[in-house]
């Protein structure tokens, strides 16, 4: 897929991210200290975003940095990762070329991720991951850029510490893998079960934003104005429930494929829509669409931002597009708290 080749992970701040470091670093009475702690909260809360972007799972209540008694008197940016230990998440500043390890980062720490900030904080860059530190008389105090390791180390390392838990407990039952949605086989005519038009889907509702909006040539779309422009691909839709409960926390997400012309270096393009089912207006604020490679990785776009979109109070559909070439695997994730949905798909 397009776009997967830059090396540093940019994650956006949500709402919720800036919510909570305002709410902890208001209760901060030195202004320093509650400069410290808005800017760990923030790197705590992009780590646990990209974490559950590929379904590793995070408990941010059970933190040091997350407990007012402690942020004041603490300089840490913990994560517990649940039956493993605790990722510390540091802050780094623009223009720095270390990481700063306070002295209480450096016991109970299964690693560390460098979180880069910009001059505005409306994202982060994740640098990478750098494994616990061993103990020792004189214990680092900074770490270089340069030590950390690529994401995809620290998604081994936590897949090995929760597989040596995992040794001693009872064996779980594994459920059956899904199967890949063929959008190949779609421009045949031939849809897998539970895939429908949009007209048994929805009956007579058909909403202008089942028509493309905005510019079909940029790889992530969110809501726009409306375009009349006629589809010329292959759409289905299937009823997604999020929580099982479908009239209160549904959504149906709608997948177009569309040939380009043999002369593009993409053979296909996709349109991905996540909308209200017919009994709702509006989706649930803070459903998550998000696109992953058949790793379960982020797909990046040109920027290193993932192709990834959440909806707001009053959206009645949100939708990404993405380009790929034939055979080529990915996965789309529906996420609204703590519930998450996944459908594969191959081109």
């Given at each position: ?13 949500s709402h919720d991210a800036h919510t909570w470091a305002r709410k902890f670093a208001a209760e901060q009475i030195n202004p320093h200290h509650g400069k410290r702690v808005y800017l760990n909260t923030l790197a705590v809360y992009a780590v646990h975003t990209y974490l559950r972007w590929i379904r590793i799972a995070t408990d941010l209540s059970q933190g040091d940095s997350w407990q007012l008694h402690l942020q004041a008197v603490l300089d840490v940016a913990d994560l517990v990762i649940p039956n493993v230990g605790k990722l510390e998440c540091r802050p780094i500043l623009p223009e720095t070329s270390v990481c700063h390890l306070p002295p209480e980062t450096l016991d109970q720490r299964i690693g560390y991720v ?234």
């Open positions: 897929m397009n776009s997967t080749h830059t090396p540093l992970l940019t994650v956006p701040l460098g979180v880069q900030f910009q001059t505005q904080l409306d994202a982060v860059q994740l640098l990478g991951f750098v494994p616990a530190i061993a103990p020792s008389p004189s214990p680092p105090t900074q770490l270089p850029l340069t030590e950390f390791q690529a994401l995809a180390n620290l998604v081994a390392h936590l897949h090995h510490l929760q597989s040596i838990q995992a040794t001693s407990a009872p064996e779980p039952r594994i459920a059956a893998p899904t199967v890949s949605v063929n959008l190949g086989q779609w421009l045949q005519n031939q849809f897998e079960v539970g895939w429908q038009t949009l007209e048994d889907l929805f009956g007579g509702d058909l909403r202008p934003g089942f028509n493309f909006r905005g510019d079909r040539s940029s790889p992530a779309l969110a809501s726009s104005e409306a375009s009349l422009e006629p589809s010329t691909g292959v759409r289905r839709g299937k009823l997604i429930e999020l929580g099982g409960q479908p009239t209160a926390h549904g959504a149906a997400l709608v997948v177009e494929v569309t040939p380009l012309p043999e002369t593009s270096e993409m053979k296909h393009e996709v349109l991905l829509q996540v909308h209200p089912t017919r009994e709702q207006r509006f989706l649930p604020p803070n459903l998550q669409l998000i696109v992953l490679d058949a790793a379960n990785q982020p797909v990046l776009d040109a920027s290193g931002t993932p192709l990834a979109v959440h909806s707001h109070q009053t959206d009645n559909f949100i939708q990404l597009l993405l380009r790929g070439q034939t055979g080529e695997q990915f996965h789309v994730r529906l996420v609204l708290g703590n519930v998450s949905v996944t459908e594969k798909f191959v081109i």
